[in-house]
């Protein structure tokens, strides 16, 4: 049916709880609304190999760094530590949770981790 989906990051950024900050609101809410007003159709994309995701290179009122979580963390090391923990942990959830009930392998593969 051709529809869009878009993941918002409306949280932490920087770093972990208690290191990073909450995203500013109105960068939130200009996500959003490039998002709805169709403006995120007419950038570039690139991939993250880890949670099989199209990141926008661009966003309109958006800095670009924040496009990208890991150019938000001072500690880049540990930024790439925790992405692979939660792509595991989500791995092994979706494991135990949805290949028992036979999903598709199309879907499957695109499972983070």
Not at 56 to 83: M, Q, S, Y
């Amino acid at each position: 049916y051709g529809t869009k989906v878009y993941l918002v990051n409306t949280g932490w950024t920087g770093g972990p709880y208690g290191e990073g900050k909450r995203i500013d609101i109105r960068l939130t809410r200009r996500m959003v609304r490039a998002a709805l007003l169709g403006e995120l159709e007419k950038v570039d994309y690139e991939e993250d190999k880890l949670f099989h995701l199209w990141v926008p290179k661009d966003c309109p009122g958006v800095p670009r760094e924040i496009l990208w979580p890991e150019n938000t963390w001072k500690d880049k090391e540990a930024f790439r530590h925790r992405a692979e923990k939660l792509a595991q942990d989500f791995r092994r959830e979706f494991e135990k949770t949805f290949v028992p009930l036979g999903i598709d392998e199309r879907i499957a593969t695109q499972c983070p981790g």
